[in-house]
């Protein structure tokens, strides 16, 4: 893996070992807090964030972690970067630390960024335990992001409402009212539509992955 | 009469329907006319353009599963489904709140699970549950019972399905949501008040769940399924009801008879939480899975948010069911 070529790597992350849509890592954020594209957005920033600077401490240290303690350190290291992170979101998108609440200190827990800090931050060549946690980071976020638009269009029938809460004023004219309708189909932004949304896109990965296969054996 | 009987072992025949899908068709007819009677005919719209979509997503279905699609029609497991979520829906839905209840119910709740037999949740329920917590506007919009207002036609309703709205549907609130909103009324005064309640139950809504009665214990006679799951619901019910009830305080839960002949109660006792893939296997089992729905249903009645609450009483013991199936399951004797 660690020879691999960068390209393989990429469609390694974003697509064959999805964080979020393979191996269903991380699964309470993206569950809880992908209701609107903004909240997505926001969070997949703050994990991808999270995730850069624990693997960075993780490599600079690496070599004097004893191995015996080593998951009390990372997650410290982790914990710090978040706290990090949410002092950041507090004193400069309040609105946003305010919505994500509970979320966003969870990072912590992310299974996503345990993984990448104890077996790939650890291990791997400084370079490439970074660019991995990049692509696997921006592979979780991608889904996120997904998922957020997808329950925005369908829960009140427009996309990125409310962008300003992240990239501050004058950006609230990005809203695009995609579908007018009187009646959104409300259960979309409510938790069991997370499942629902969630399940048919990991389902939507596997027919298109049975595709391909089939194509190719055709072919 | 036996002629007619006669006439609709016939049609059923012809439709190929298999006898249990017949006896459930049939046994949900007396309960469907009463609805019409004081309802308008509504429901029976709903049943109509309910089937129609049911049956084309079968269809659809099964061509993307590559199955061999005319024989997949013939399986008309999708228009009970279908049948009893329109029963559950209300009288002069607008036409795409049926046709999302039927979609979701067939698809979310039956086909992504692997089609008939292989449901965990009770697929009509489901799509009620869906539609409910989506539209809930849409979903308490209960007619006035026939004597109370104007029923509208036959005719008026396949116009209103077309272009909604063209019939003002005098809606009113059905007896569980008078007895959910009073907060200081003593059940006497709420009595004089609104002229839906009676002293039993609701007009309309007493007879209605007599004739659903009336429909399970046809089945019951047929063995559609056993007396088990239906019997400890309602004496679940029951009990609860016996508890909650001081004879008629602001505060009181309803009578006994008011908890079992209104709402949904006798049409979920046996046409919903019978469905025998999602129902308890084991005698024991079953007495479980039936009390735990009619005790939660009482609780969501008396002190949740919603007035009724069969789809999501039986969605929540539907989790549990492969759990109660474990812990009853009957020792192998040893021979």
Redesign the interface.
């Known amino acids: 893996m660690s020879n691999a070529p960068l390209t393989r790597l990429i469609f390694d992350s974003l697509w064959k070992n999805n964080p979020a849509l393979v191996q269903l890592l991380g699964l309470c954020p993206l569950l809880a807090v992908s209701t609107s594209t903004v909240n997505a957005l926001s969070l997949a920033s703050a994990t991808l964030f999270v995730l850069l600077v624990s693997n960075a401490s993780i490599l600079l240290i690496r070599n004097v972690i004893p191995d015996t303690i080593r998951l009390p350190i990372t997650i410290m290291l982790i914990s710090a970067a978040v706290s990090v992170t949410e002092l950041l979101m507090q004193a400069h998108r309040y609105q946003l630390y305010k919505t994500l609440g509970i979320f966003l200190p969870l990072i912590t827990v992310n299974g996503v960024i345990l993984i990448q800090a104890d077996a790939v931050a650890r291990k791997k060549a400084p370079l490439a335990a970074l660019y991995h946690g990049l692509i696997i980071g921006v592979g979780f976020g991608a889904v996120l992001v997904l998922l957020g638009a997808i329950r925005e269009l369908l829960g009140t029938g427009a996309l990125f409402t409310d962008m300003h809460l992240l990239f501050g004023a004058g950006t609230e004219t990005w809203r695009w009212q995609v579908l007018k309708v009187d009646?959104p189909?409300?259960?979309a932004t409510?938790p069991?539509g997370a499942f629902?949304v969630t399940?048919c896109l990991i389902?939507l990965k596997n027919q298109i992955d049975t595709n391909i296969e089939r194509r190719s054996k055709l072919g | 009469m036996s002629f007619f009987k006669l006439s609709l072992f016939e049609i059923a025949r012809k439709l190929r329907l298999s006898p249990v899908q017949r006896d459930v068709l049939l046994a949900a007819l007396p309960g469907t006319i009463v609805m019409t009677g004081y309802f308008g005919p509504g429901t029976l719209v709903n049943i109509l353009l309910g089937g129609l979509v049911a049956l084309a997503c079968g269809y659809a279905v099964a061509a993307l599963r590559a199955r061999d699609a005319i024989a997949a029609s013939r399986d008309l497991s999708a228009l009970i489904t279908s049948t009893l979520l329109c029963i559950a829906l209300p009288p002069y839905a607008p036409w795409w709140l049926i046709l999302l209840g039927v979609l979701s119910s067939e698809l979310l709740g039956k086909q992504v699970f692997g089609g008939q037999g292989y449901h965990p949740f009770n697929p009509a329920m489901v799509g009620y549950a869906i539609l409910l917590i989506s539209f809930p506007a849409q979903m308490s919009a209960w007619p006035s019972p026939r004597g109370l207002a104007e029923v509208p036609s036959f005719a008026d309703t396949i116009r209103h399905l077309i272009a909604p709205g063209t019939i003002d549907a005098v809606t009113a609130a059905t007896p569980l949501d008078l007895l959910r909103q009073n907060t200081g009324l003593l059940f006497e005064e709420l009595l004089l008040q609104s002229p839906e309640l009676t002293r039993w139950a609701g007009v309309g809504w007493f007879e209605v769940n007599l004739a659903f009665l009336l429909g399970g214990l046809f089945l019951l006679r047929r063995q559609i399924f056993s007396w088990h799951a239906p019997i400890a619901m309602l004496a679940a019910i029951t009990l609860c009801a016996l508890i909650g009830y001081d004879a008629g305080s602001s505060a009181s839960g309803g009578s006994v008879i008011f908890h079992l002949f209104s709402g949904a109660t006798m049409f979920a006792a046996f046409f919903i939480i019978t469905d025998p893939f999602c129902c308890a296997k084991s005698k024991k089992g079953k007495i479980i899975f039936g009390s735990l729905i009619g005790f939660l249903v009482y609780l969501i009645r008396v002190s949740g948010d919603y007035p009724d609450a069969f789809a999501f009483a039986v969605l929540i013991v539907n989790f549990c069911t492969p759990f109660i199936d474990y812990c009853t399951k009957p020792k192998a004797v040893n021979t």
Do not use: Q
Request: proline share 11%; charged share 0%.
């Open positions: 009646y189909l409300l259960v409510l069991p629902l399940g389902a």
